[in-house]
């Protein structure tokens, strides 16, 4: 963070993920204060979405059908992408979002 490592306030350890999904999703101006330029970042429907886990980066898509579903990533052949186990990063950005790696 900022060419440091991010370390936890409490303990000092440094933070560390398994996987870091991207995932890029609609937003709009809320329209609750929409000067104050809150977002609402839609998560039902699908996009697209980069897995970085065990040094690779895959590619492919995000989808959730509804509010209480669970997001399911599929690979560009839509073949369902397992996370591998331990802690994940979760970025949600706007879907014009340029990711570089």
């Not at 609402?40 to 996009?47: A, K, R």
């Not at 995000?62 to 186990?85: C, H, M, P, Q």
Request: proline content about 2%; overall charge neutral; glycine content about 10%.
């Amino acid at each position: 963070m900022a060419g440091q490592e991010h370390r936890d306030a409490k303990n000092n350890t440094q933070l560390v993920a398994k996987s870091i999904i991207v995932q890029f999703t609609p937003t709009s101006l809320s329209g609750v204060n929409p000067d104050k330029g809150i977002l609402d970042i839609s998560t039902v429907g699908e996009g697209r979405v980069l897995i970085f886990q065990d040094g690779q980066v895959l590619e492919g898509k995000w989808k959730k059908d509804s509010k209480t579903a669970r997001t399911i990533f599929l690979d560009n052949e839509g073949n369902l992408i397992r996370l591998v186990g331990g802690v994940h990063w979760f970025e949600i950005v706007k879907t014009d979002t340029t990711v570089s790696y």
